[in-house]
């Protein structure tokens, strides 16, 4: 299984970007999106199941930040609005828990103030 995240950029502070999680293998039924600032630790950031009705997010992007999936093309999105500087680091997205996958390169995210 190998999950690959897209569409990182660069964008202004209250700005908006969509990430996307292809799963090119077999289907991840719980994905999760992660970060990783410079100098910091990877931290999870949402998590969703198969169908969708299970949403979890850390409290710093709650009602800023929404994960959804497309099932049959096999895709998961993190949409993020109102971006904050602090919200710059580069994003993976891989199952939702431990045992991890292997960790894809993620996608740079930066926001500036």
């Known amino acids: 299984v190998q999950l690959q995240a897209s569409g990182g950029g660069l964008v202004q502070a209250g700005g908006s970007l969509r990430l996307s999680c292809a799963d090119s293998g077999r289907i991840v039924s719980h994905v999760g999106w992660f970060r990783q600032a410079p100098g910091r630790e990877r931290e999870f950031v949402a998590a969703m199941n198969w169908r969708g009705d299970r949403k979890n997010y850390v409290d710093s992007v709650k009602g800023r930040f929404t994960i959804s999936r497309d099932n049959l093309n096999n895709t998961v999105y993190l949409r993020m609005n109102s971006l904050k500087p602090e919200d710059t680091a580069v994003y993976y997205c891989?199952?939702?828990?431990?045992?991890?996958?292997?960790w894809g390169q993620g996608t740079q995210v930066t926001v500036s103030s």
């Open positions: 891989n199952a939702d828990k431990s045992p991890f996958y292997s």
